[in-house]
């Protein structure tokens, strides 16, 4: 929280303390803005803050960045927020001056100021800075397994885990073993920030379930799987892999595409030589016309 001292002991017009004020705080919020995260859908509270001794007499909340707009005031103990604004309809104004936004939309994000000033004249400016999040949906985590390797030991499965969600940006991807303390995984075993798991699997492991939670600061979900089913359908006896299949259907595509190719151009060569016939047929009788 930053708080601007901009005049004391002296009573200054309204419309020059608003441009004062306006500029100090344009200068100083980057740096001095407190943080304050909401949901989509959601409401959130800018809390005003008054020091010690502070009798408030005018209060003014404007919105800095990205764009400059009054959003409510206080004046002689009469508030109003019937302003024309992006929150108009959408913000109320507390007893104790703190200013709420709802609902929330992802466009909310953006810089508050609030100006109080006390009846000595005395102001004061508190900055904000509002994060609004999407709630965070189901994840989706699919399971690829890799070609076995000459230096991976017998009955094992190496396994990819790879997470998504759909949708949504400023996210955060985790990994967690169930059934163990240690839920933190190796960052060698990270990939594409936290997206992809690498795991290796035994026996032992036909039960493990893994899970990719995905979360920003106002929600969280998570998804889980047991990557072991993967690799016994991988391995189970007249289950074909994705390896297979490919040898499989490849030749086969390209033997069929071979033959298309060699009977379109039978027919085109059959057919120009039959139209070459008849056009030796035709000649004769062009070249000695009935009389």
């Known amino acids: 929280m930053f708080w601007i001292w901009v005049v004391e002991g002296v009573c200054w017009p309204l419309g020059r303390r608003m441009a004062l004020w306006s500029l100090w705080s344009l200068l100083l919020w980057e740096a001095s803005s407190a943080q304050v995260h909401g949901q989509v859908g959601g409401s959130v509270l800018l809390v005003a803050e008054r020091p010690a001794g502070f009798q408030v007499r005018e209060a003014i909340w404007r919105s800095l960045w990205p764009s400059e707009e009054l959003l409510a005031t206080f004046f002689r103990g009469t508030p109003e927020t019937l302003y024309r604004s992006r929150f108009l309809g959408r913000a109320q104004l507390h007893s104790n001056l703190s200013l709420e936004l709802r609902p929330l939309e992802s466009g909310d994000s953006g810089n508050f100021s609030l100006l109080l000033v006390d009846t000595g004249g005395r102001s004061r400016t508190q900055v904000l800075r509002l994060k609004v999040y999407d709630v965070v949906p189901r994840p989706v985590v699919q399971v690829f397994i890799a070609v076995p390797g000459e230096a991976q030991?017998?009955?094992?499965?190496?396994?990819?885990l790879s997470c998504w969600a759909p949708n949504i940006s400023d996210i955060t991807y985790s990994w967690r073993r169930e059934g163990t303390i240690d839920f933190g995984m190796e960052p060698s075993d990270l990939f594409t920030d936290g997206q992809v798991l690498r795991v290796s699997l035994g026996p032992g492991d036909k039960s493990t379930t893994y899970s990719c939670i995905v979360s920003n600061p106002v929600s969280w979900d998570l998804a889980t799987v047991t990557p072991w089913e993967s690799c016994h359908h991988e391995a189970a006896p007249g289950n074909s892999s994705y390896k297979d299949v490919?040898?499989?259907?490849?030749?086969?595509?390209?033997?069929l595409t071979l033959a298309g190719l060699l009977s379109a151009w039978h027919s085109c060569y059959s057919g120009?030589?039959?139209?070459?016939?008849?056009?030796?047929?035709?000649?004769p009788e062009?070249?000695?016309p009935l009389v």
């Open 286 to 288: 062009t070249e000695n």
């Open 153 to 160: 030991p017998p009955k094992t499965c190496q396994v990819f």
């Open 272 to 283: 120009k030589k039959q139209k070459d016939v008849c056009n030796d047929r035709v000649t």
């Open 246 to 255: 490919l040898l499989v259907v490849v030749p086969i595509s390209l033997l």
